[in-house]
């Protein structure tokens, strides 16, 4: 994953503060539309734009995305906090819009043929309990095949597949079995998550939060748990990350690790 830093990114003073972009009105003004492969959410005085099409993350100076705001379909928003100098509004925004546009993040309202991307973010506020060192010797043997194929569909996911393909295909699972879903079965997760765990330490990888929570994401989807697979963003400077939760609560990281971050996507 990628962020691209010029033009569109630019470093400034930050401040905490989250906000999302909310599907509201369009305005009458409306002459954009964010396309359904873009995610983007405010972390302190910066938007950020998740483009999974193209694999990168942008980042927008407050002050000049609240000039842009208006002219994107659902996103009536009172900007009047956000100031900057005319100077840099007349030269920046138009560079944006135009960036923006020909990367594919927006397109023209008239000729809007898709529907906008809908992601449930939920902030974790609890952690999955787990103990990997109870796991007994002849329950790793048993889970082995399926831990080493998940690990393995991770691995080639990531290799040869795009980023917006590997998306894709997780949230097509998660639809696919919405309508048999049953309840999320926390104990059995921290059983399974356990396991996984044990078995990661002899698992020849480095350990990357993509990886990782993809195949924890995988190792799950195998024995029929169907967590939420999360990406978060921060700024000053910028960082990304992504974790496996269920609701509220964080299956694979830490609260403190996670508090850093501003969810951005989930699927």
């Known amino acids: 994953m990628n962020c691209a830093i010029n033009p569109i990114c630019r470093s400034g003073d930050t401040q905490r503060g989250q906000d999302d972009l909310s599907p509201l009105v369009t305005s009458p003004r409306a002459k954009y539309y964010l396309k359904k492969h873009a995610f983007i959410r405010r972390v302190r005085r910066h938007w950020i734009i998740l483009d999974v099409h193209n694999d990168e993350y942008y980042c927008i100076p407050a002050a000049l995305f609240s000039s842009i705001a208006p002219l994107i379909h659902g996103s009536d ?24 546009v020909s990367r594919g993040v927006l397109g023209l309202f ?4 898709e529907n906008p991307s809908e992601s449930n973010l939920i902030t974790p506020t609890s952690v999955l309990r787990i103990n990997s060192g109870r796991i007994r010797a002849a329950n790793r043997i ?25 998306i894709q295909a997780a949230r097509a699972r998660r ?8 309840p999320f079965d926390i104990t ?17 990888r480095a350990y990357l939060c993509m990886f990782d929570s993809l195949a924890l994401l995988e190792f799950m989807a195998l024995h029929k748990l169907y967590p939420l697979w999360t990406f978060g963003v921060s700024s000053d400077p910028f960082q990304a990350h992504c974790w496996i939760q269920a609701g509220n609560i964080a299956i694979n990281d830490s609260l403190s690790r996670i508090s850093y971050y501003t969810p951005i996507m989930s699927v």
């Open 142 to 166: 048993a889970m082995l095949p399926t831990f080493l194929l998940a690990c393995t569909i991770a691995d080639r996911r990531l290799r040869n597949h795009t980023f917006e393909s590997t």
């Open 188 to 204: 059995r997760a921290q059983w399974l998550v356990s396991v996984f765990e044990s078995l990661r330490l002899w698992y020849p």
């Open 175 to 182: 639809t696919r079995n919405a309508r048999d879903a049953i």
């Open 77 to 100: 928003r009172e900007c009047h906090s956000d100031t900057s100098d005319s100077a840099c509004r007349r030269d920046g925004v138009a560079e944006i819009e135009t960036e923006l």
């Open 110 to 113: 008239e000729e809007r043929r």
